[in-house]
């Protein structure tokens, strides 16, 4: 959109020797159109194939140029002509590429994906939503986290400072960690992981969360502390089956362990 243009003419007239006569004429500016308002609005986006990319729907709103504000907004999020992301928001606010959704904001994701912030910003040119102080939920796990980036195409989620995750097992895992990953359900944190179960406390270099085996392994230098002693590895798996290590395994019993439940 061509941006509008304020001109200011200075005439210069000479009147006779070595008179200066300088006036400025105003410049004649057309008055600028109001912006276009409407109800029950639409927008839709296409890739470069020309497949459908998003669509935008509204209760109202005002635009003019490349800028623009709509209320009571929910946006759908394509790829490959498949709809694979839905976000409702109180209010969409745009200039050029730039959206930012605020209020309430929801997504939710084909797979039960969803995630809630107070504002989220939407970058159409590299396809990335970002935003701050986020809650994620899925089928398997909760996380929170103050830095949030999400990737449209890949479908593939990154958080960072102060990340927290809970592992809806039984009993569920207590995470703590620098960053995070998610992709198709499956959960990564990283740095500094801290993991509170039932009775036993790790402390790891990673966490690897598989919803599809129900594992969660530990790795990087685990130390774990257990009701029965502690364990020290390269490698911890957690699964329904128990606790197994391997790489380096040092485990330290309690004495009473070794002690039988007779008390006669």
């Not at 912006?35 to 990319?53: I, K, R, W």
């Not at 009993?171 to 990283?190: C, F, Q, S, Y």
């Not at 690897?208 to 911890?236: C, F, K, W």
Request: charged share 25%; glycine share 10%; aromatic share 6%.
């Amino acid at each position: 959109m061509s941006k509008t243009k304020i001109f200011l003419t200075i005439g210069l007239l000479l009147i006779g020797a070595g008179v200066i006569l300088l006036f400025l004429s105003s410049s004649q500016q057309e008055e600028p159109s109001p912006p276009t308002q409407a109800q029950g609005v639409s927008l839709y986006g296409y890739d470069e194939e020309g497949a459908l990319s998003w669509l935008i729907e509204a209760r109202e709103g005002k635009m003019k140029d490349d800028k623009g504000s709509l209320s009571e907004v929910e946006v759908i999020f394509y790829t490959d002509g498949k709809e694979r992301l839905q976000a409702r928001a109180d209010t969409l606010t745009f200039e050029g590429s730039e959206v930012t959704l605020s209020g309430k904001v929801e997504a939710i994701r084909h797979d039960g994906y969803h995630f809630q912030t107070e504002a989220i910003t939407w970058v159409e040119a590299v396809g990335e939503l970002t935003a701050t102080r986020v809650r994620i939920t899925s089928t398997a796990a909760s996380l929170e986290a103050g830095q949030f980036r999400y990737d449209l195409k890949s479908e593939h989620s990154f958080l960072e400072e102060g990340v927290t995750a809970t592992l809806d097992r039984s009993p569920p895992l207590h995470i703590v960690g620098d960053k995070a990953e998610e992709k198709d359900g499956r959960l990564i944190l990283t740095g500094g992981v801290v993991v509170q179960g039932d009775e036993e406390t790790y402390h790891c270099a990673r966490i690897t969360y598989d919803p599809g085996t129900e594992e969660t392994q530990l790795s990087g230098e685990v130390n774990g502390t257990l009701p029965s002693g502690t364990i020290r590895a390269e490698l911890v798996t957690l699964s329904s089956d128990g606790i197994s290590a391997g790489g380096g395994v040092h485990l330290l019993l309690n004495h009473r362990f070794f002690e039988g439940t007779d008390s006669a």
